[in-house]
């Protein structure tokens, strides 16, 4: 690998010593293109202002109009922006997951590689970490990441005083945390926001976490040769993890409704002082400071509670999302240097800074963030004592299996399935080819 970068660098030189014709930086501006893009900064994300506001820029300093197809994050999202790949309605500009859930439009070779541009525009993406890029199957690097993520617990800091407990600390342990849900539910609060209709996906994550070890949580389950899954403690910790939260929902700690509620249903519980605890991520930072700054002082960022081996102050996290640039519009000149200047735009240090509060960056020279309200600090606080952090093991399935496996949660929380079962039919969909 290391060699047939050497080559591409010695390549790329004897081209500019022989005075070949470059674009040695952002295209062009004013080329009065119309330029499709979606993301995932829909309407209820955090971020959603900071987005408009680049966007905004890009067109004013290019002369380019962004047809912005944004929507929320969801598993019916990733589908869409799937489909669109196979029925040739894709945009120019796709800002999305950078795991396996990205191999089938690369596979098909619907997106180019930062390989590819930098033949043309050799600074594309020089201001990142190389080695924080990610990595496709075929060994090249397709998406220019933005800000990282990091997943953690966020506390209603009121419900606790009412309830008579402290803040959690960076020693919060499971058995501390289900003792706190006694308490808060008595006193006629809900202990743990979360939908398990809509989004299960943090707190499966975190629970997984707790069952096994930092170190082996990105293994994914197996099956044997009759197609059985494996017994071993990469399977056990899956299983165990839905036993978790099939107890937390019979002890009546997550939301009555949360078989049926959407997550903004969810998470407005916890805004509005009427559930104590939501696991989320750092975008959930942006929502509330924009949708109830009122109540900002209200909100903690704190540890999701340790069990087993894993210290509390072990946390999810990385840069699982970039900029992904696909071929129709590479294959149209004009559309191609829209495109290559409104990835240099969005993934600059002046405009990341923007979305990045405590996030993490793979910007070399890294983002200034100004201006921490109360809640972005105490998540900087928190963030300060993180002794580890790993990415989402979810991530590392096909989007078959993990819509299979968070339906199923479902099931077996009310008993009818298994946790096995589901951990089983989730792996036999991600053993298809």
């Not at 690097?141 to 407990?165: D, I, Q, T």
């Not at 199923?408 to 039919?425: F, L, N, P, R, Y």
Request: glycine content about 6%.
């Amino acid at each position: 690998m290391r060699r047939g970068i050497l080559a591409l660098l010695c390549i790329l030189l004897l081209f500019s010593l022989a005075g070949c014709s470059r674009k040695e930086a952002a295209p062009p501006a004013e080329s009065g293109v119309e330029l499709s893009v979606v993301t995932s900064y829909g309407r209820d994300d955090g971020n959603r202002k900071s987005f408009e506001a680049a966007v905004a820029s890009y067109e004013a300093k290019t002369g380019n109009r962004v047809n912005d197809g944004s929507s929320t994050s969801n598993e019916e999202w990733k589908n869409k922006v799937l489909t669109d790949f196979m029925t040739g309605s894709e945009p120019d500009v796709l800002f999305y997951f950078t795991n396996v859930d990205a191999e089938p439009f690369i596979n098909a070779g619907r997106v180019v590689s930062i390989e590819e541009i930098r033949e043309e525009y050799p600074d594309y993406a020089t201001n990142m970490k190389e080695a924080m890029m990610a990595v496709a199957a075929d060994g090249r690097h397709y998406a220019v990441p933005s800000s990282g993520y990091w997943e953690n617990l966020f506390v209603n800091r009121r419900v606790l005083e009412a309830c008579g407990l402290p803040l959690p600390g960076p020693d919060y342990r499971w058995e501390e945390f289900l003792s706190d849900c006694e308490r808060i539910r008595e006193a006629g609060y809900t202990p743990l926001a979360c939908s398990l209709f809509e989004i299960p996906h943090y707190l499966f994550e975190f629970t997984v976490l707790n069952n096994g070890t930092l170190a082996e949580h990105l293994k994914v389950p197996h099956l044997d040769a009759q197609g059985r899954l494996v017994r071993d403690a990469c399977a056990e910790s899956w299983i165990a993890a839905i036993e978790d939260i099939r107890a937390l929902y019979e002890a009546h700690y997550l939301p009555e409704n949360t078989l049926t509620a959407t997550d903004a249903e969810t998470v407005a519980l916890f805004a509005e002082g009427k559930a104590a605890f939501l696991i989320d991520g750092s975008w959930k930072v942006g929502y509330l400071s924009e949708y109830y700054a009122e109540h900002l002082d209200d909100y903690v960022v704190s540890y999701v509670p340790g069990k087993g081996e894993r210290k509390a102050t072990e946390a999810i996290g990385g840069i699982s999302m970039g900029y992904f640039i696909t071929r129709k519009a590479w294959e149209d000149p004009l559309r191609r240097e829209a495109a290559v200047a409104f990835v240099f735009h969005m993934t600059s240090e002046e405009v990341l800074s923007s979305f990045v509060t405590t996030e993490v960056t793979a910007l070399i020279d890294g983002a200034s963030p100004v201006g921490l309200n109360a809640i972005q600090q105490t998540a900087a606080e928190t963030n300060a004592n993180i002794t580890g952090i790993v990415e989402s093991v979810q991530d590392a399935i096909s989007g078959e299996a993990k819509s299979e496996l968070f339906a199923d949660i479902q099931k077996c929380v009310t008993g009818q399935m298994s946790a096995e079962e589901a951990v089983e039919a989730a792996i036999r969909l991600n053993a298809e080819p």
